[in-house]
C-alpha cells in the first residue's frame, strides 16, 4: 500500500524475530546494551555508503540535479557553489536501490462531480541495509471503490460543497507527505533497523484539508512504549538525527516532552509541517476506521470538513489550548449521523469486528476500507439540513453532563465512574482503547465557550440558510 512502509506487507518475519532480540524486549523498556546499540547506531552512520541522490519531483518542478559525492560529512554540509546548484539543496535522500514510486492518480471528473479515494502508493522495496531489514513479500494492492458527491438542491447544501471542493486535500499533497515518510524511514531505519514509520491522522483517514499537517507514527516494537521514559529517549536520538544529519532538508525540528512526546518539524521539499511520535498505534488503528467511515456514505467527508473548518474560525478546535482535537470532532460528527432517527452510519465495530479488532496485526490494518461495502441508508437530508442538525444537536439535545459519545456503541452511553470521566466536560470516547479524546476541555470557561458556539451557530444559521454567516468563504478557504 506504502513504500518501504508495513502496510500491505508483513511488518516482522518471524524467522527475523527468531535470531534479533530486539522484539524480544519487556514492555517497560529496552535493555541498556539495546539503548547503546541505536546510540552507537547513529554515530557510526555512513551515509556516504548507505545514501545516494536520486531525481526527484514533486509536482510539475523539475527533476533536481544530483551528485553521486556525500552530501553530508559529520556535522558539516559539503557544498561547492561552483558544481552544487542551488536546487540540489533541497534535494531528498534515496536509497540506490530504490525504485520510483508508481502512484496511481484517479483526477476527479468535474462534469459529474466525482471523485475517488486518495490514491494509495506501491513499489518494489529493496532495504539499504539488508542485513537488518530483510526483503518483504508483496501483497496484490487493493483497489479503492469510486464514489459520487451527493447533489445539492438547496443553496446552504452547495455551499457545503463548493467548499469541499475547493479545501480537501489533494493527490498531490498525499503524495507529498508520503515521499516525505518514505525517506523519513529510510533514515530512522539506520537508528533502528527494526523500525517502521507510519502516515497516519487527517492525512490518510479521509478528512484531511490542504492545509492539513501530517501526523506520523514510528513503530519500533510490538509491545507498548513507556512514553515517559522509552519514548522519549528514542525521539531523542530521532531529534539528534535530524538537527546533525538531515539538517538541510529538516528545518525548525523540537522534541515536544509532552504525555504522549512528538518530534515537530518541518520538511523543505514538501513545505508540510509534521509530528512524529512513538507506539501510538492506536492512531494506526483509528485512522483506518475513519478511513472507512469516510467512503462510507458520500455525504460524511463534505460535512466533517466544513465543520472542522467551522470550529477552527470560532477558535473551538484546538487541544492545545483547551478546546476540541479535530479527532474528537470528527467522533463527534460520526456520532451525530449514527443516532439520527433514520442513521446515515452504523457501528462498524459491531458489524464488522473482525476488521477492526485490536487483535488485527498493524500489517492488516489497511485491508478495512476496501473490505467494507457501501452503507445504503433510508436518510435522505440534504448536507445543509445535516449541518443545522449537527448543531442543533450538541446545542439543545446531548446531555453534556451524564452521556458519553461514543462512535463504537452509536449512541450516547452513560459516562463510567473512572477517574478518565470522572469531573470532565466533554466526554468522547476513543473507539479502540476507551480513552477520552476530549480530555484537554479542562476548563469550565473553555467549555462554556464550545456550547455557546453551538448554540449561536445553530440559531444563526437556521434564520439565515446562508454558510457564510457562521463561516465566511474567505475565512474558510485562507488557509485551505
Same mark, same amino acid.
Given at each position: 500500500m506504502f513504500p518501504n512502509s508495513i502496510l500491505g506487507r508483513p511488518p516482522f518475519t518471524p524467522n527475523h524475530q527468531q535470531h534479533n532480540n530486539f522484539f524480544a524486549l519487556s514492555p517497560t523498556l529496552y535493555s541498556h546494551q539495546q539503548l547503546i546499540d541505536?546510540?552507537?547506531?547513529?554515530?557510526?552512520?555512513?551515509?556516504?555508503?548507505?545514501?545516494?541522490?536520486?531525481?526527484?519531483?514533486?509536482?510539475?518542478?523539475?527533476?533536481?540535479?544530483?551528485?553521486?559525492?556525500?552530501?553530508f560529512r559529520g556535522r558539516k554540509r559539503i557544498n561547492d557553489e561552483k558544481n552544487f546548484p542551488l536546487d540540489g539543496k533541497r534535494q531528498r535522500f534515496h536509497s540506490p536501490h530504490q525504485e520510483p514510486t508508481i502512484i496511481n492518480q484517479i483526477v476527479p471528473l468535474s462534469g459529474d462531480r466525482r471523485y475517488s479515494m486518495p490514491p494509495l502508493f506501491h513499489t518494489h522495496y529493496v532495504p539499504d541495509i539488508v542485513r537488518c531489514v530483510p526483503p518483504f513479500r508483496e501483497i496484490p494492492l487493493l483497489e479503492?471503490?469510486?464514489?459520487?458527491?451527493?447533489?445539492?438542491?438547496?443553496?446552504?447544501?452547495?455551499?457545503?460543497?463548493?467548499?469541499?471542493?475547493?479545501?480537501?486535500?489533494?493527490?498531490?499533497?498525499?503524495?507529498?507527505?508520503?515521499?516525505?515518510?518514505?525517506?523519513?524511514?529510510?533514515?530512522?531505519?539506520?537508528?533502528?533497523p527494526q523500525s517502521r514509520l507510519f502516515l497516519v491522522g487527517s492525512s490518510l483517514n479521509?478528512?484531511?484539508?490542504?492545509?492539513?499537517?501530517?501526523?506520523?507514527?514510528?513503530?519500533?516494537?510490538?509491545?507498548?512504549?513507556?512514553?515517559?521514559?522509552?519514548?522519549?529517549?528514542?525521539?531523542?536520538?530521532?531529534?539528534?538525527?535530524?538537527?546533525?544529519?538531515?539538517?538541510?532538508?529538516?528545518?525548525? %525540528?523540537?522534541?515536544?516532552?509532552?504525555?504522549?512526546?512528538?518530534?515537530?518539524?518541518?520538511?523543505?521539499?514538501?513545505?508540510?509541517?509534521?509530528?512524529?511520535?512513538?507506539?501510538?498505534?492506536?492512531?494506526?488503528?483509528?485512522?483506518?476506521?475513519?478511513?472507512?467511515?469516510?467512503?462510507?456514505?458520500?455525504?460524511v467527508r463534505p460535512l466533517v470538513l466544513v465543520i472542522k473548518k467551522w470550529a477552527s474560525h470560532h477558535d473551538i478546535n484546538d487541544a492545545s489550548r483547551g478546546t476540541l482535537s479535530s479527532y474528537s470532532l470528527v467522533l463527534m460528527v460520526l456520532h451525530y449521523l449514527?443516532?439520527?432517527?433514520?442513521?446515515?452510519? %452504523?457501528?462498524?465495530?459491531?458489524?464488522?469486528?473482525?476488521?477492526?479488532?485490536?487483535?488485527?496485526?498493524?500489517?492488516?490494518?489497511?485491508?478495512?476500507?476496501?473490505?467494507?461495502?457501501?452503507?445504503?441508508?433510508?436518510?435522505?437530508?440534504?448536507?445543509?439540513?445535516?449541518?443545522?442538525?449537527?448543531?442543533?444537536?450538541?446545542?439543545?439535545?446531548?446531555?453534556?453532563?451524564?452521556?458519553?459519545?461514543?462512535?463504537?456503541?452509536?449512541?450516547?452511553?452513560?459516562? %463510567?465512574?473512572?477517574?478518565?470521566w470522572r469531573n470532565k466536560y466533554i466526554c468522547v470516547e476513543e473507539p479502540f482503547d476507551g480513552t477520552n479524546t476530549a480530555r484537554a476541555v479542562h476548563e469550565k470557561q473553555k467549555f462554556d465557550m464550545i456550547k455557546d458556539q453551538f448554540l449561536k451557530s445553530w440559531q444563526r444559521l437556521k434564520n439565515k440558510r446562508d454558510l457564510n454567516s457562521?463561516?465566511?468563504?474567505?475565512?474558510a478557504t485562507l488557509k485551505r
Open positions: 541505536a546510540q552507537y547506531n547513529f554515530q557510526n552512520i555512513d551515509l556516504s555508503r548507505a545514501v545516494t541522490l536520486q531525481p526527484l519531483t514533486y509536482g510539475t518542478v523539475s527533476p533536481i540535479q544530483t551528485s553521486t559525492s556525500p552530501l479503492p471503490r469510486e464514489i459520487t458527491l451527493p447533489e445539492a438542491k438547496d443553496k446552504l447544501s452547495q455551499q457545503i460543497l463548493e467548499l469541499f471542493e475547493t479545501c480537501q486535500q489533494q493527490a498531490s499533497d498525499l503524495k507529498k507527505k508520503e515521499l516525505c515518510r518514505a525517506q523519513l524511514q529510510r533514515e530512522i531505519q539506520l537508528l533502528f479521509g478528512f484531511g484539508a490542504r492545509s492539513s499537517d501530517g501526523d506520523l507514527c514510528l513503530v519500533v516494537k510490538e509491545e507498548p512504549v513507556n512514553q515517559k521514559t522509552e519514548a522519549r529517549h528514542i525521539l531523542t536520538l530521532v531529534h539528534k538525527h535530524f538537527c546533525t544529519r538531515l539538517s538541510g532538508y529538516i528545518e525548525r %525540528p523540537q522534541l515536544i516532552r509532552a504525555k504522549v512526546p512528538i518530534v515537530k518539524f518541518r520538511d523543505k521539499v514538501s513545505c508540510v509541517e509534521f509530528d512524529l511520535n512513538v507506539n501510538n498505534t492506536v492512531g494506526i488503528r483509528n485512522t483506518f476506521l475513519l478511513r472507512t467511515y469516510a467512503y462510507l456514505e458520500n455525504r449514527q443516532t439520527l432517527p433514520e442513521p446515515i452510519l %452504523p457501528s462498524l465495530q459491531k458489524i464488522y469486528p473482525e476488521s477492526f479488532s485490536t487483535s488485527v496485526q498493524l500489517h492488516l490494518v489497511h485491508h478495512a476500507p476496501c473490505n467494507v461495502p457501501p452503507y445504503l441508508s433510508k436518510n435522505e437530508s440534504s448536507l445543509g439540513d445535516l449541518l443545522l442538525g449537527f448543531l442543533k444537536y450538541y446545542a439543545t439535545e446531548f446531555d453534556w453532563n451524564t452521556q458519553m459519545i461514543s462512535v463504537r456503541e452509536a449512541k450516547a452511553i452513560p459516562r %463510567p465512574e473512572d477517574i478518565e457562521v463561516l465566511p468563504s474567505r475565512a
